[in-house]
Structure formats: C-alpha cells, structure tokens
C-alpha cells in the first residue's frame, strides 16, 4: 500500500515538474523579452507556435506591424513552392521559317556565378536558327517600391529585369600590379585622380565605370544598367554570334526550356540573403502563371491564392525586403511558416535550405552547436534585425517562432546576442 503512495506522489510529482518546464519554457520568454534592459527601448514582437501539438503559445506584441526586412524573403519563398515545380522555366520561344524568338522568364541564374548551369547558354549558342531577344514582358520598374535610389552602386541592389544576364552586375578585380579585369568586359572604364580606399562608382544613369588613382588587390560587384537593347548585345557578346533585338509580345503556343531545380533558387536566397534572386522569382513566377510579369501581379496573387487565412493583412510590396513599406506581424510570420513547414512536407529537406545555426549561411555565427537546433532566416538593414524560423528543443518539440525588433539605436550584435539568449533559453527549457 505503500509502495503505491509513493508511486502515486512520484507520478503527481513528474506531472508537476513536466507542466512548469512547459510554463517555464516557452512562457517565461514573454517576461524576459518585456524586461530585457537590452530591448526595453525599440520595437519587439514575438510569437511562436507548437508544430507538433498545432497549438500557439503567448506572444509578445506578436499582432503589431514591424518592417520585416529580408524575412519577406520566406513569403516569395513559400511563393515558389505553391507556384513552381521541380525545376525553373529559364526562356520561352518559338521557331518561326529560320529564326527562334525567344523570351525571358526573370530567370536569374544564366552567366550568373552564384549558379553553375548552361543549359540556357547551351541551347541558345548550339541552336542553328537566327536569334532574336523579344522583349516587352516585364512592366514593373528596375527598383522595387521604397528603394533606396542612391544604393545603385552597391551589389545588393541589381536593377530586375525580364532577362537577366550575369547577375545583372559587373566582377570587378584589381590586381595588385594595377590591372583591373572585368567580368562582362563590354562597359567603359575610366581612371580618376580620385584617392582614398578603393572603389568603383558607376554614373548613375549609364553603363561608365570610374576606379581611383591607386589600385590594389580588390574586389567588388557593381550592377550595371539593363537596357534590353544592351542585354542583347550583351548576349550578342558572350555567345559570340549575332543576337537580334525586337518588340513583340509573347504568343499562345511558346515552348519552354528550364535551367536548374527550383530548390538551387531557394537555398541560395535563403542562405545568403540574396535579394537579387528574391526580386527575379517574382518574375520567373509571372511566367509560369502565364500572367503580368510585375511583382505587384504575383504578390496580390500568392496573397488571394494562398495567404488568405493570415492573422492580419500584410502589405507585401517587394520580393527581397529591401523596401521598408513591407510591414508584417509576428503572428503573420509563424503562421507562414506553419505553412511552409506543412508544403514541404520533408523536414530534412526544409532544414537543409534554411541556414542552420552555426553551421550556414547567416546564422553560421551565431547558434553555436554540434547539432543545430535553430534553422531560420534573418532580416536586418539600420536599426533592424529580425528572425524567423524552426527551433528544435531539447525535448525534441518543434516550434516556429518570428522575432521581430525595429527601431533600435543600440549595435545591431548587442540585439543579435539577446535574441539568442533568448531563444537558447527556448531551447533549454521548452
């Protein structure tokens, strides 16, 4: 009888202890959030949510608007998933008596380094038929809504056009015996009496290139102005045969060729934060939808079509996050991503795309761990910084969570190291 008082108490006792680790986990991170000296001065909202158990857990002004930066970047994400299939439409065309017209998709990998495929390159150098470049498609304009405009020259913004070429930028390097190579090497570039650290400005409105008097070993990326009567001379250039330039819209019975898997697209965006793939997707979304190819089209779409059961209505204008008229909330994030995570269906393969805490990408440097436990993705410009992912506790619960912080004026790594304290208590404790 004794022995069964006992066994009942240690069972009251596990129950106990069981439901304040569930309280002390992720409920105790709302009272840390709200008295972190470090983020009692910005704009914080939190929200999180059971992947297991389908069940949100208390946020912290988890319905309130913040910018979200490069987390928009999970929204055209989940975007491709719902539109795309395994692969990325690279051109259309059609061949009419000796010529192949063709036309772009906003395909973002050809002559691009960031990707290694030819197949566009390939077929369009081996075809025996007179080349004509079509354009026409794309009606938006070569930066997002809020841009910031004196950001041209830096390699984070390349202008979005419909056929992209070379990442839409220039390789620059400078040899320490003063040379410098350039990659497309078709652009004027001129030598200034200027001193000081060395960088390359382009002139805001033309393809002119200026370097300062001293030179040495350096690199850098610049975006070049796409006018697609150069993109196809551009195109002319590197495929080394004549490449001809006309106005005509896209008909009816178009073929199509594709370039790499769709998941090559994503993982590089995701992992590195690249805006310029982020703003080509829309494009090459358009495409495939066979509607308007501007991104304002594909994300009212994406919207209606798939984001209808969002907490709150988001205003969504870019497909990186460069523009701060994105506004999203917390509680939006998570639900996208309980999306994302039930689209994917895979887990491995959802984890693998998403930088992984000290492993890859942007998280490599924070998260520190032998088994990553945070795979999620950053969004941060000034006074900025957010995260958005999975994180796995050591229970094995899985949750997705949105931390947001705006308007800080302390160092972006002080935010950084309390968002991870916080989370790792997460971890610890949920």
């Given at each position: ?44 909202g939190?929200?999180l949510y059971?992947?297991g ?11 309130k ?5 490069s ?13 795309l ?6 051109l259309k ?38 080349l ?15 841009w ?26 400078a040899g ?7 990659v ?133 204008v ?44 942007t ?27 999975y ?35 997460l971890h610890?404790?949920?």
């Amino acid at each position: 009888m004794k022995l069964r008082r006992i066994y009942f108490y240690i069972l009251i006792l596990c129950a106990f202890f069981n439901q304040y680790n569930a309280v002390a986990g992720p409920g105790k991170l709302r009272r840390m959030i709200r008295k972190s000296s470090i983020l009692k001065s910005q704009h914080t909202g939190f929200a999180l949510y059971n992947i297991g158990d389908k069940k949100w857990l208390k946020g912290y002004q988890d319905d309130k608007y913040f910018q979200p930066a490069s987390n928009t970047k999970l929204y055209t994400f989940y975007g491709g998933l719902c539109i795309l299939k395994d692969s990325v439409p690279a051109l259309k065309y059609i061949i009419r008596n000796d010529s192949l017209i063709f036309w772009g998709t906003g395909d973002p990998s050809l002559l691009n380094r960031a990707y290694k495929t030819e197949e566009v390159f390939n077929f369009l150098k081996s075809t025996k038929q007179k080349l004509f470049f079509a354009d026409g498609q794309y009606t938006g304009k070569k930066f997002g809504p809020g841009w910031a405009w004196d950001d041209y020259n830096d390699d984070y913004q390349s202008e979005i056009n419909e056929f992209p070429l070379y990442g839409n930028g220039v390789w620059f390097n400078a040899g320490t015996d003063g040379r410098i190579s350039m990659v497309p090497d078709m652009f004027s570039l001129i030598k200034t009496n200027k001193k000081g650290p060395f960088e390359i400005r382009r002139d805001v409105d033309q393809n002119v290139f200026f370097y300062p008097r001293d030179t040495t070993g350096y690199k850098q990326f610049v975006p070049f102005e796409t006018d697609e009567a150069e993109i196809a001379c551009l195109l002319q250039d590197t495929l080394k045969r004549a490449v001809g330039f006309l106005h005509e819209p896209i008909p009816q019975n178009v073929k199509a060729i594709n370039s790499l898997p769709a998941d090559s697209l994503y993982k590089y965006m995701l992992h590195v934060s690249d805006n310029f793939t982020a703003e080509q997707l829309h494009l090459v979304y358009a495409a495939r939808l066979g509607i308007e190819m501007n991104t304002a089209q594909t994300i009212a779409y994406i919207i209606k079509n798939y984001l209808p059961d969002l907490p709150d209505k988001p205003s969504w204008v870019d497909g990186s996050g460069l523009s701060r008229y994105n506004l999203f909330t917390p509680r939006d994030n998570v639900k996208l991503l309980e999306k994302i995570y039930e689209k994917v269906n895979d887990q491995s393969r959802l984890f693998a795309l998403l930088p992984n805490g000290g492993k890859s990408g942007t998280l490599k440097n924070y998260f520190k761990s032998e088994i990553p436990y945070v795979f999620a993705k950053t969004g941060s410009f000034s006074n900025n910084y957010n995260l958005a992912g999975y994180l796995v506790s050591k229970r094995g619960k899985i949750y997705a969570f949105s931390f947001m912080n705006n308007n800080f004026t302390l160092p972006s790594n002080q935010i950084r190291q309390e968002v991870e304290r916080i989370l790792s208590y997460l971890h610890t404790h949920g």
